[in-house]
């Protein structure tokens, strides 16, 4: 028997994952985000296939993280986790940074960033999982602490969107 | 530049993750478990080529995650976090039962359980990413807080061990 309430106690951080170009960019809010390899050090992250960001990523070959600050406020994520960047252009008005590789850093908000060059693309259903090497890393925001999934859900009440892979359809939780 | 500091930045939840049989198990502690499709539920777990988890893991075709609660014993983590399987027998003692693909799940410390049945294996280099489809999760500890990476590090001031996709060569940390 599968009780759905066991997924959310699992650990997650909160993120925005960007991709695109300083011209035509896009992030979008994620909880899956997590390191595979120390030598060379490798990040996965999970990606609905329907997001626009995906086709960025696969078309640049790159990626950046920003871990979200405890104190990220709820516009930020409300635009990057909760909109398409197909209706709006997210950036606009964002504080973000080229990085390295092209990609578009998004700095709002963000305590540090963690910037990837695409090494393999892995199907896993309706998600992908991007597997970059990363070419960047800095910290934005010295002493700064992390939002957490757990944080952003319980204390600020907020909820997976959709597209998430923690997305829970709520008629499978007990009542 | 990589500040590897950054990476201790990412936020991660602490687990055990086992396969094996009830004759012969191992598990080993894991920062990096995540759900990575919701329909059908996934989850992703990333282990050492080295460990001798992983190789029970492609001979079974399962594994199960024990979600740690935050008063996890350090003998716990201890056992199954610096020790090897190929040593010791890691279950001997311990608070266990047989999953229904006949996987051992450590209920040791455990607030709540996933057991998988392995769908894909993902080749990282050091690392393999395995993918599994849910048949099991419950909740073993009703309001139990669950032990997060950060937590482990900076209170219990625990540290990753060599095999971890997060273990960093302190040569790389700023004096």
Redesign the interface.
Known sequence: ???????F??????FIVSSGNMVKGNGFIS????????????F?V?CSKDNLTASFIKNTGAFSIS?LNKETKPETIGRFGYKSGKDINKLEGIYFKEGETGVPVVLEDT????ECRLD?T?D????L?F?GK??????IQEGAE?M???YFREVRKGFAPKN??????KSKLKK
């Not at 305590?111 to 963690?114: E, L, N, P, R």
């Not at 990363?134 to 910290?139: P, Y």
């Not at 998430?164 to 359809?169: G, K, N, R």
């Open positions: 028997m599968i009780n759905y309430e066991t997924f106690k699992v650990t997650y951080g909160l909880n899956s985000v997590f390191q595979v390899t120390s030598e060379p050090p490798q996965a999970c871990i305590m540090a960033m963690i393999q892995f896993v259903g309706t998600h999982i597997i990363v070419v960047d890393a800095e910290i992390p957490t999934y757990n998430a892979p923690t997305y829970i359809d």
